[in-house]
């Protein structure tokens, strides 16, 4: 079963719209606009309970932009250094 990730990684028609969309100035404005609007309608509040759903609720916006940003990028492995010496029997 694919995730959705490798599903859009797979549509490469998909993943160059997704890209397209992601790296334009109205999109960055927007998306932060978007989450200044969240910190804005968050509560004023000393109850830890409400504080801390709100801390939640801005995390998670948070996150979902990231995945939505990053979903269609093909995922890299970094490169290996290998350096010293790797004889172990010297």
């Given at each position: 079963m694919l995730s959705p990730r490798?599903?859009?990684?797979?549509?490469?028609?998909l993943a160059e719209d997704q890209r397209s969309l992601v790296v334009g100035q109205t999109f960055d404005t927007?998306?932060?606009?978007s989450l200044l609007q969240l910190l804005d309608e968050t509560p004023?509040?000393?109850?830890?309970?409400?504080?801390?759903?709100?801390?939640?609720r801005l995390m998670g916006a948070r996150s979902y932009l990231r995945m939505l940003v990053?979903?269609?990028?093909?995922?890299?492995?970094?490169?290996?250094?290998?350096?010293g010496n790797l004889n172990h029997k010297a």
């Open positions: 490798q599903i859009v990684l797979k549509n490469t028609v927007v998306s932060k606009l004023d509040t000393t109850d830890p309970v409400v504080a801390a759903a709100a801390y939640h990053t979903i269609a990028e093909p995922i890299t492995q970094p490169p290996v250094s290998v350096t």
